[in-house]
């Protein structure tokens, strides 16, 4: 199935990738990626000349220490950083060339990103930061659109809270409204920086559980997680360290 960038905002073919064939070339690919920071005279390797593959439907949890390039990985995979070297590829779009316009077009309709720090609009309700992606990428009709937030903010258990703003709800329920946005547009690919952090064991076994069921839906979920019992439910674990990837046995996780 190919991602369009071609016209429009970058619409998706009508088949889903739950269908795709499970010889079909892998749906996220890194090409001997790298990324380097470079602060004042001070260089960062995050990653170098790392190499990953992803198919359609798995669900892969991101493992590692604290500063190894996890989020990293992620952001290069959803087009919001570019590497320093290398290609990567999401479906069959190297998404490291496109400008900034088209990489927003081509995530708001390909994509869910769920970031570690929620990154909701203050001044507007749940329900509204849940249709942001709607009304960006021009996905249900305008009138369909409260209803289909509010069923969303149902799946994450904020079905009382959708006319609240975020700040008068807790952390976690920032975290699972946040969940709910990245559902906007039925995304084929969810992607996650410690989207159970900041909730208790109940409420992140109930969001794994919701992963586990778009992941039987065909859908394809990178997460990065501290959490290694959560890390064992996913189907793969990659570890990353010292700016290279690799999947560890479960003691080194």
Known sequence: MDFHTDSGPFERDSARLGNRDENDAALISLHGVSKTYTTGEVRFTALDRA???VRAGEFVSVVGPSGSGKS?????????????????VVGDVEVSDLSENEAARWRGRNLGVIFQFFQLLPTL??????????????????????????????????ADHADKLPSQVSGGQQQRAAIARALANDPPIIVGDE?????DSASAASM?????TLVA?????????????????????ILVR????????ASAS
């Open 51 to 53: 190499n990953l593959t």
């Open 72 to 88: 990293t990985l992620l952001n290069l995979i959803a087009a919001i950083d570019r590497p320093t070297g290398g290609h990567v």
């Open 125 to 158: 309700s749940l329900a509204d930061n849940v249709m942001l992606p709607m009304d960006f990428c021009g996905v249900h009709r305008r009138r369909e659109r409260p209803a289909v937030a509010r069923e969303l903010l149902a799946r994450v258990g904020l």
């Open 195 to 199: 989207p159970t952090g900041n909730l």
């Open 208 to 212: 794994m559980a919701l992963f586990d």
């Open 217 to 237: 839906s065909g859908r394809t979920v990178v997460l990065v997680t501290h959490d290694r019992e959560l890390a064992a439910r996913t189907g793969r674990s």
């Open 242 to 249: 010292d700016g290279s990837l690799s999947e560890p046995t």
